[in-house]
């Protein structure tokens, strides 16, 4: 199974310029090779934008891979072979929740529909698709957010409860398929037909037949949604019922954590035409700020444990980071200790680019980690 490494997972401006900064010289090759970017993250503002769209990316940028390469200073991404592009259409659905937060499940589907009809999106999206020679497009469907980042912290609410909302769901995603399908030359080997493991199997063979085409590749969806205890039994099902082995590629969407990754490989098996991405060793290596009163954490390759860089605590995963295996382990002993301590600083009120760039380094160690677990 591939891990893919998530160019965009979160945080701020800074974070993500310092991956940008560190990426032609830090970033592993097989991350590279392994890459996904949203169409979301290039195009969609922000909810508490006027505006879903980004106007001068939306006129000025036509090829994904060319963007990566300003981006990064790269140039081994224009061919990098396994490049995702996944929709990014939570942005599209908070967008309207934050501008119509008394909208019934139903109003936000048909707001959803209207936006991706009138602004032309799937248009846009094919265009890219084409352009930046992508061959592991996820089609487009409606999330639910069942998390909801405030001010106050996460709210946990499920906006689309109601079977008459999944069915609507399940229609659309079976319309944008087809249309991304047929904008992309009706190519299936081009697409992650986008499968909700939410969907029960009725669900499924209904919006298979809906489909234009006979998928090749998956994108497995909504996996966050389900608990541990409910994690395997969900997998043995989707994998009876559509028997992953007759796909060229199955792509966990997000699969959450270390735990959730090896109960896929538990369940199913360590399988070449699976691949998986996460965002938690991201957010855990941006999760210190600039006050101390939260810190950033380290993930060890022994234990696959989360350690909290602190100074109390920055002498013991030293020790763990030189205890182990020289010839795995990413970052030098060396190189690791200057990655711990401008981490201290950064959460010190002593933040700059170096800082930004060693945070950018932190992610990555803790991306190879979660790669060494799959392994």
Known sequence: M???????????????????RVFSNSMPENFKKNLLIKFGDIFFNHRSNGSILRPRAWRDVDNARKWLIQKTGDNFLMNSPNLIMDVGTTKIVSFITHNHPDFTDIQIINEFDRIIEEENILEKYAEIIN??????????DIPNLFKVRTQQGNVNRNLFSTNAAKQRMIDLAAKYANHTYRLTGEDPDKLLTIISAEWSNQDIDRYLELLNYVPTKLGIGALTNF??????????????????????????????GIEKSNMIIGTLGNQRNFSVDVTTPFNRGIDGNTNGTSQSGYYDYQNKRLHR?????????????????????????????????????????????????????????NFDVYQFNIE
């Open 2 to 20: 591939d891990l893919y490494f998530v160019y965009s997972s979160g945080g701020g401006a800074g974070d993500w310029n310092g991956i940008n």
């Open 131 to 140: 352009n930046s020679s992508i061959s592991n497009a996820v089609t487009f």
């Open 227 to 256: 608990p541990n205890a409910q994690f395997e039994d969900m997998l043995r099902r989707l994998d009876e019922h559509l028997v992953f082995d007759r796909y060229l590629k199955v792509h966990f969407l997000g699969s959450g």
């Open 309 to 365: 860089i602190t100074p109390e605590n920055l002498e013991h995963i030293m020790s763990l980071h030189q205890n182990f295996n020289n010839e795995r382990k990413y970052f030098t002993n060396e190189e690791m200790r200057e990655i711990l301590n401008s981490i201290l600083q950064h959460q010190n009120r002593n933040s700059s680019l170096e800082t930004y760039n060693n945070r950018a380094k932190l992610i990555i160690h």
